[in-house]
């Protein structure tokens, strides 16, 4: 019988449940009346706190209505901890307000608020001032409001927020600055499709900031850095804005896509004069690529130990252009290559390039069709690398959205005669005794280094 089930079991049960059939177990039997009050995550919107017929006759879903039901929810969760709170509905800067405080007793540590679609996005200020009651509180995620730089003189400071997450947040001027200068832990920013001003500074005493993502921002025009702390920067966005870069001595990760402007003179240019200690790259490359590559100087990246390229949607280029930008990459270790052309065929002439890659270990190439050329670029690192671990190459193309964060793209697979072609001419070429190369249908990104069935492996 289930009602033999200890407690924690039965409360793992609920937690599986849509709240309200979790919160309607309560009549079941003594036992279970207060059962649901120990879950410790909890997601609620609007169709959770009111009634069927008053969803079906108010559109605008009434925030008092919204807010009574809340508040009775959260008093019968009193004494009782909420780990993680997720609650989508509009509810006015007051009622914020009251939530915030009614949170602070029930120890929440990741909260996740979103104003939902059909309330304006014009009305909801969000009071991030009050935050400081909810001294648990280590994640917070917003959505869908206003942030504004309190008018208040009072000093505010958040010690416990330590990963911030906007999505969808009109930015006042201000307002960014407000909360580097007081969440004092803050070391992950992440600002994604939000309404800025046109420049942004993350500067401030103390600021322990480590991780900054900033992704389709369209009025950004300028970022500036002056962060002592700050060692991973990822940015998405339709146009490259202008870069600062004052003060970011630790910085060593950064992940750059830009759909509309050519970022290939920056990187090789601004980018690796200003981070003289970068050590992994990511981007996504234009037709521009070869001249950028032909002006780079000697050593320009000469502590770089992982680099991600993508050349997708693009005129085909030789893949031994990119020889030049190896070299100039003595330390480089981890090579991921992803590429996607717009005609299939390329150069099939055989190339006699000659090179020494002392330290790299890894290579991942996908989008790999099996042209001449791409068979010859594999083949010269396996001639080239002499400390080679792995070489993998997958039909899938694998396409980064960050800097790990990665999907792949369906294709169709190799016939069984270029799979075997591909393998034959490939097997036995490697300089390093301890290479395994790996063909497969698609990258396994639990673990981009595991062989699974249907991979060929050979030495």
């Given amino acids: 019988m289930i009602s033999e089930l200890p407690d924690d079991i039965l409360i793992l049960i609920i937690s599986y449940m849509p709240l309200k059939c979790g919160i309607r177990t309560s009549i079941l039997s003594n036992r279970w009346k207060n059962l649901y009050r120990y879950l410790s995550n909890v997601k609620l919107n609007c169709g959770d706190l009111l009634s069927r017929h008053l969803l079906e006759a108010r559109s605008d879903h009434n925030s008092s209505l919204v807010f009574y039901s809340l508040n009775r929810f ?13 609650l989508s509905c509009c509810l006015s800067r007051h009622q914020f307000i009251d939530l915030i405080s009614s949170f602070g007793g029930l120890g929440v540590r990741t909260l996740d608020l979103v104003c939902l679609s059909h309330c304006s996005i014009n009305n909801c200020f969000f009071p991030f001032e009050f935050l400081s009651e909810i001294p648990s509180l280590r994640y917070f995620r917003l959505s869908s409001c206003i942030l504004q730089q309190p008018t208040l003189e009072s000093e505010f400071r958040f010690n416990s927020i330590q990963i911030l997450s906007l999505s969808y947040v009109v930015l006042c001027d201000g307002a960014v600055e407000f909360i580097l200068s007081n969440c004092l832990s803050l070391h992950s920013l992440r600002i994604v499709n939000c309404d800025c001003p046109s420049k942004l500074c993350f500067s401030g005493p103390g600021l322990r900031l480590k991780s ?21 920067f990822e940015f998405f966005n339709h146009v490259l804005v202008n870069f600062v870069f004052k003060h970011a001595p630790r910085l060593e990760s950064v992940f750059l896509d830009v759909f509309n402007e050519n970022v290939t003179p920056f990187v090789f240019g601004k980018l690796a004069k200003d981070l003289l ?17 032909e002006s780079m100087e000697t050593d320009m990246f000469s502590k770089l130990r992982r680099l991600n390229l993508s050349l997708i949607s693009g005129p085909r280029i ?6 030049p930008f190896l070299k100039n990459c003595p330390l480089l270790e981890e090579f991921i ?13 055989k190339k006699q ?20 050329n791409e068979i010859e670029f594999a083949l010269y690192i396996l001639k080239s690398a002499v400390g080679l671990e792995k070489l993998v190459m997958s039909k899938c193309l694998s396409i980064y959205m960050g800097t790990i964060n990665c999907r792949t793209r369906s294709e169709n697979r190799w016939s069984e005669e270029k799979h075997e072609m591909i393998s034959r001419r490939l097997r036995g070429q490697a300089i390093s005794e301890t ?9 396994h990104f639990q673990d981009k280094w595991v062989v699974e069935d249907d991979v060929k492996v050979f030495l």
């Fill in 318 to 323: 030789d893949l031994f252009t990119l020889i």
């Fill in 212 to 232: 900054l993502y900033i992704f389709g921002c369209g009025d950004l025009e300028e970022i500036e850095f002056y962060a002592d702390n700050l060692v991973l």
């Fill in 435 to 443: 290479a395994q190369v790996v063909t497969q249908y698609a990258a």
């Fill in 353 to 372: 390039a000659v090179g020494l890659h002392s330290e790299l270990k890894k290579v991942e190439i996908s989008g790999f069709v099996g042209t001449e």
């Fill in 337 to 349: 290559l992803n590429i996607n052309f717009l005609e299939n065929e390329g150069p099939e002439e």
């Fill in 277 to 293: 200690n970068l050590k992994s790259l990511t981007f996504t490359k234009d037709h521009y690529f070869k001249g950028s590559i």
């Fill in 74 to 86: 959260l008093k019968l969760r009193s004494g009782s901890e909420i780990l993680f709170f997720r």
